[in-house]
């Protein structure tokens, strides 16, 4: 699927383990990403400074569903199931 742009779910929902510019220790679970800007688009892209996480991230129907309503959840699902 291509990733809808402006969703930024994937900059919410999970955690991210590695330094971000602004969050060094990188970000809890259901924290917006400080490089999210206010149209969900993320202010690093095609930066060298974007996480390696944040690039290898694909967009797919399993975690990104068909709305930004159903990504928060699913990745939110997601994060819970692989933080135990
Ligand atoms: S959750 Fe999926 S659709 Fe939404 S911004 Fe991330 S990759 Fe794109
Ligand atoms: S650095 Fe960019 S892609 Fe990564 S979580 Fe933050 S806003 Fe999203």
């Known amino acids: 699927m291509q990733c809808r742009a402006g969703c930024g779910a994937c900059c919410i929902a999970p955690s991210i383990s590695s330094p971000i510019p602004g969050m060094p220790e990188g970000k809890p679970a ?3 990403c400080v490089q999210l800007d206010a149209r969900n688009l993320c202010r690093l892209f095609g930066s060298p400074e974007r996480p390696e996480v944040c690039s290898r991230f694909v967009a ?3 975690v990104c569903g ?8 699913l990745l939110g699902e997601w994060e819970r199931l692989t933080a135990a």
């Open 30 to 32: 259901g924290v917006r």
């Open 66 to 73: 068909e709305t930004r309503e159903q990504a928060l959840h």
């Open 60 to 62: 797919d129907v399993q």
